[in-house]
Structure formats: C-alpha cells, structure tokens
Nanobody, 115 residues
Framework: QVQLVESGGGLVQPGGSLRLSCAASINIFSLSTMGWYRQPPGKQRELVATVSNAGVTDYASSVKGQFSISRDFAKNTVYLQMNSLKPDDTAVYYC?????????WGQGTQVTVSS
C-alpha cells in the first residue's frame, strides 16, 4: 500500500503560480510512474503530467511549457510547478503513483484560479 498526501493548493489570481507537493509513504524510486491528474468542475479526471522511474516526463498538451513535474528522492516527494495559471486550470488536482500493476491516489487538493 502506498499513501500519497498532496499539499499546496489554494486560491490564486490569473497569471500567478503555485507549487503542488505529493509526499509518498515509500521510497519513490521503487515506483514505476508518478504523476498529477486533475478534475475540473463537472468534467472527467484528466492527465496533467507524469514522470517515470527513469525520469522521462510527459505532459498534457494544454499544460506544456506552463507546468513542470519534478521529484525529490530524499523527501520521497513529487512536485508540480504551475505557472501562468488561468481560470481553466481550476480543478481538484490528484497525485497518482503506479507500483507494478497497482495504482494509488491521493485525496486531492483544490486549485482555484480566479480574480
């Protein structure tokens, strides 16, 4: 079992930045993939960004060049740096970890972009 705890969400004005954190209960080097997904109001959950064990990153086309995913192995934490935020980025953001055939989710953190 892998526990994931997200933090860093909140209310931000358009054009602002936020950094989300996802702390894992195990050594993240053992996880095949970690990533961030989001669920906008009234919509389905969608991929935002992932990073593989080998460090290969993948981003949704809508956030390329705007968001950046990174890892800190010493802290067993994955980050999502979000810049130039827009109202369309408003969503609950979820951390995901894949360990073999298993998939684990955090509880989600709300990000609201509004003036």
């Amino acid at each position: 079992q892998v526990q994931l705890v997200e933090s860093g969400g909140g209310l931000v004005q358009p054009g602002g930045s936020l950094r989300l954190s996802c702390a894992a209960s195990i050594n993240i080097f053992s996880l095949s993939t970690m990533g961030w997904y989001r669920q906008p109001p009234g919509k389905q959950r969608e991929l935002v960004a992932t990073v593989s064990n080998a460090g290969v990153t993948d981003y949704a086309s809508s956030v390329k060049g705007q968001f950046s995913i990174s890892r800190d192995f010493a802290k067993n934490t994955v980050y999502l740096q979000m810049n130039s935020l827009k109202p369309d980025d408003t969503a609950v953001y979820y951390c995901n970890a894949r360990w073999g055939s298993l998939s684990f989710w955090g509880q989600g953190t709300q990000v609201t972009v509004s003036s």
